[in-house]
């Protein structure tokens, strides 16, 4: 499984970005799909999960309200859409696959998000 992450950039507090993550597996609906950050100086922490189907979501206490994570299975890519940014929403945002509940064996590279005040 091969995991490419899109989408990240400069944006000012209170806009938006969504992120988007390309999967390349013959059985992408196979797979739940989260999406993780790393700030500087800090551990990688959980944003948001989404089922293999799409019907069971879940988020961290930061991102819930403002996050949106959503799969389309027939172009193999997952998006994270994130509203009213935060300076502290600033990380790298990696997506990750895996064929167990919460668990995740395939990562991909990051992408960065910047949120300036």
């Known amino acids: 499984v091969q995991l490419q992450a899109s989408g990240g950039g400069l944006v000012q507090a209170g806009g938006s970005l969504r992120l988007s993550c390309a999967a390349s597996?013959?059985?992408?609906?196979?797979?739940?799909m989260g999406w993780f950050r790393q700030a500087p100086g800090k551990e990688r922490e959980f944003v948001a999960a989404?089922?293999?189907?799409?019907?069971?979501?879940s988020y961290s206490d930061s991102a819930k309200g403002r996050f949106t994570i959503s799969r389309d299975n027939a172009k193999n890519t997952v998006y994270l859409q994130m509203n009213s940014l935060k300076p502290e929403d600033t990380a790298v945002y990696y997506c990750?696959?895996?064929?167990?509940?919460?668990?995740?064996?395939?990562w991909g590279q990051g992408t960065q998000v910047t949120v300036s005040s």
């Open positions: 597996v013959r059985t992408f609906s196979d797979y739940g």
């Open positions: 989404i089922s293999w189907s799409g019907g069971s979501t």
């Open positions: 990750a696959a895996g064929l167990l509940t919460g668990k995740y064996a395939h």
